[in-house]
Structure formats: C-alpha cells, structure tokens
C-alpha cells in the first residue's frame, strides 16, 4: 500500500559527494519522520539521521557537519547529502518513514529496499 524507493547511490571516490533521494508512494494520509539508516557488511544497522514532518533533524556523530538531511513534504520525498565522504561510510543505505495510510488508517514504519554507497580510498 506504501512505498519507498531510493535513488542516488554509487561509486566515489574519499572526499567526494553524493546525494541519496527517497520518495514515498501509494495510499498515503500524512508522513511523519523520515530518516536514513546504514548497514555496513558485518555490522548493526544504524540510524544515519533523521527528519521530522516540521523539520528538526537529528544525525549520529560521525555524519555531523558532513550530511544534510532535508525533506519535501509535496514530494513526499526526503534526501540525505553527503559530502566529505570517508571510506568508512560505505553501505547500504535505507530510508524509512511513519506513514499513516488510507489503506486501514493506522501509522506503520516502512522501509525502501536500500541503496548502495561505496567510498573508496
């Protein structure tokens, strides 16, 4: 009934920048945060940063000043950017979002299928 697609990965060299996109489709009442998640090989999934619907951001230390997360509420689509990327930032990278659906009117979390950043050294 909902879903999330991701865009934007691929391929970088350390220090370079990429730009991940999130759009939310279907039967959609409202979306509430929103947020990008990483899981590197061998590793826990981690939330990279987060978005709520009127704006306030969160983001774990290690992204601080190097990554923006914004969204277009008419869109329905977040975005993360990323500059000065390291090598230790390779991942899959997955978008969630809360969204309340017009399917059964109840809020759920849903996730994209995920995209791959790789920064090499």
């Known amino acids: 009934q909902v879903q999330l697609v991701e865009s934007g990965g691929g391929l970088v060299q350390a220090g370079g920048s990429l730009r991940l996109s999130c759009t939310a489709s279907?039967?959609?009442?409202?979306?509430?945060?929103m947020g990008w998640h990483r899981q590197a090989p061998g590793k826990q999934r981690e939330l990279v940063a987060a978005?709520?619907?009127?704006?306030?951001?969160n983001y774990i230390d290690s992204v601080k000043g190097r990554f923006t997360i914004s969204r277009d509420n008419a869109k329905n689509t977040v975005y993360l950017q990323m500059n000065s990327l390291k090598p230790e930032d390779t991942a899959v990278y997955y978008c969630?979002?809360?969204?309340?659906?017009?399917?059964?009117?109840?809020?759920?979390?849903?996730w994209g299928r995920g995209t791959q950043v790789t920064v090499s050294s």
């Open positions: 279907g039967r959609i009442i409202s979306i509430n945060a």
């Open positions: 978005i709520t619907s009127g704006g306030t951001t």
């Open positions: 969630n979002a809360g969204v309340r659906s017009s399917y059964d009117g109840l809020s759920s979390n849903y």
